[in-house]
């Protein structure tokens, strides 16, 4: 597999982790490094991972996850998605926090949801013999500099339009799982 394709893949991977790392940035508003590193690895490295799960997993498990991917991914981003929408909501505060998800269980379910794709690209990898590390380290960085692209874009939105931009960027989410629920559904996938 050539690097023109590998390069395709990954940018079509990464499209998931800059929309999910655009909402962040502009639900955040101000976006320190630490947090656009936190998002960044955990999206980069999730993105990693799972080829290489796909492809380890190969089709002992495929025909399971194949059926509910599509369902696992609209479930988590459906609720993250809506916990920002709903604090696009709330009047602002000074003393009000907003929750940054950059941290904790958010940061996992958003690194999961983001990659679920990834894994059938390693399954797909497997079916077609094609060694799975290197597409693997691409798919990683790309997704990785895409989120920090979409942090960046974010946060100059937020800025701009206020604490408000979280209803966009938790619609934003909810769209991206309805969008591969329903391509799965009509077989867009």
């Known amino acids: 597999m050539d690097l023109i394709v590998i390069l395709g893949i990954a940018v079509a991977l990464a499209m998931d982790a800059f929309a999910v790392a655009l909402g962040t940035g502009m639900t955040l ?18 993105q990693f991972l799972m080829p290489l799960v796909g492809w380890f997993i190969g089709w002992t498990v495929a025909d399971y996850i194949s059926g509910i991917d599509h369902w696992i991914a609209f479930v988590l981003l459906s609720f993250v998605g809506g916990r920002m929408f709903k604090e696009g909501l709330e009047p602002p505060s000074a003393d009000r926090k907003v929750k940054d998800p950059t941290k904790g269980r958010v940061l996992i379910l958003l690194s999961v949801a983001t990659s679920i794709d990834a894994l059938a690209v390693g399954l797909s990898m497997a079916l077609l013999g094609v060694d799975i590390w290197y597409p693997s380290v691409v798919i990683g960085i790309v997704a990785a500099a895409f989120t920090l692209a979409g942090l960046r874009l974010g946060r100059l939105l937020g800025e701009r339009f206020g604490h408000r931009m979280a209803l966009l960027g938790g619609a934003v989410l909810i769209a991206i799982g309805v969008r591969i629920l329903v391509g799965h559904l009509m077989g867009m996938d």
Do not use: D, N, P, T
């Open 29 to 46: 508003g101000k976006v320190s490094g630490r947090q656009a590193f936190r998002l960044a690895f955990h999206f980069g490295l999730f």
